[in-house]
Structures are given as C-alpha cells and as structure tokens.
C-alpha cells in the first residue's frame, strides 16, 4: 500500500489555517485546519460534531451551494474536510469560512439533532462549538496560514513523495 497523499504532510509544522489537500478529478480537497495537531487539544467529539452540522448546513445554503460536494470532519479532529467543485482559492474559502463562523455565533440550536435525522443526536455541544468558531475565526482573520510542509518521504522506488 502507498503512502497516502495526506499522511505527507508534516503535522509537526502544521499550524491552523486553510490548506488545499488534494486537487483532482475536477474538486478540490480544502484542509481547515482548527487546532494545531499534537499541540493542542483537539477539539472534543461532540462539538466537532455540531460543527459538521452547522458548516454543513451553511455552506449548503450559501451563494456556493451548487459547488459543494462534502463537508466533515477529520477523524483526527483537529479539522475539517470541504470538498468543492470549481475553482476556488484558498483566499475564497478564507472569506466563506470566516462568514459561516459568524452564522455559528449566532445560532441558538445546532440543526438536525433528532434520532431521525443524526446518527448520534445526543453527541453536540453547542457551546464549545462556538468557543472552537470563535478562536479559529480570529485565527483566520489575525494568523492565517495556507502553506504545507511536506514530509520527505522516500517510496520504494526511489522516488520521494514530497511533491506528490
Ligand atoms: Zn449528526
């Protein structure tokens, strides 16, 4: 098995920021990235999940709608994955995000929270999902960060995965 494009990536200088993970097949992959892996802590299952609903639920309503394939959550929960068709900068999805993160701050309920429409309706946590909106919408405003360092990885054939 290879070593997948994302597993490249040095977590250890990974600040938070927008990030393009992966562009191919027509989308493009953008890394947000919330918390700073390993330094500190992630943020907790369940207001990660109230965040997944709540982005989702604005990017799919907002002027981009037509042009968002997926929005969720790393399993590492230090971020979140959007998946767009288009073009779109990294620039463009900073002005998105930092509009979706006031919407957040300004709700009362996080949508979709019953049996019938959640997998996990009892796991949300509207108050630190704020608190997580709150520190990375000033962290995209005031310390923005796009730009990945690369783990040299060398692949059995001698090849090196850092411009994968
Ligand atoms: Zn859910």
Redesign the pocket.
Known sequence: MEVIQSFTIDHTHLKPGIYVSRKDKGFTTFDLRITEPNKEPAVSPAAM?SL??LMATWFRNSKVKEDVVYVGPMGCLTGMYIVMTGIYTVEDMRKLTIDCLNWILKQKEVP??TAET????L?HDLPMCKWESKRYLNRLKKDFHSKYTKLKITLSDGKTFADA
């Open positions: 999940h997944e609903h979709a929270t959640c997998g996990n309706y796991l």
